[in-house]
Nanobody, 119 residues
């Protein structure tokens, strides 16, 4: 059974930084494309960043230059380093494992973790 568990969220002031982690179990992490999505109150869930098994990355325009996605295959863990945080980055952040060969279609999700950026 595949499980994804996020950690590292919290409350931070605008301009601050947070690092999210996502531990994956029940699947061979190194062969999977994985990524982060977020959902702000009253809005649809949106893609934030993705990383393929080969390490190629993709970012939403709103976070380019501020967020960095990375993975440690030895630890089966995905990371999202978030710098220069803005109040509009507030939301529930979810890590996802994507279907092989798909364009960021998730077959498994984490439970979500809250990130709140105060102004």
């Amino acid at each position: 059974q595949v499980q994804l568990v996020e950690s590292g969220g919290g409350l931070v002031q605008a301009g601050g930084s947070l690092r999210l982690s996502c531990a994956l179990s029940g699947s061979i992490f190194s062969i999977n494309a994985v990524g982060w999505h977020r959902q702000a109150p009253g809005k649809q869930r949106e893609l934030v960043a993705t990383i393929t098994s080969g390490g190629a990355t993709n970012y939403a325009d709103s976070v380019k230059g501020r967020f960095t996605i990375s993975r440690d295959n030895a630890k089966n863990t995905l990371y999202l380093q978030m710098n220069s945080l803005k109040p509009e980055d507030t939301g529930l952040y979810y890590c996802a494992k994507y279907l092989a060969g798909s364009k960021w279609i998730a077959d498994y999700w984490g439970q979500g973790i809250q990130v709140t950026v105060s102004s």
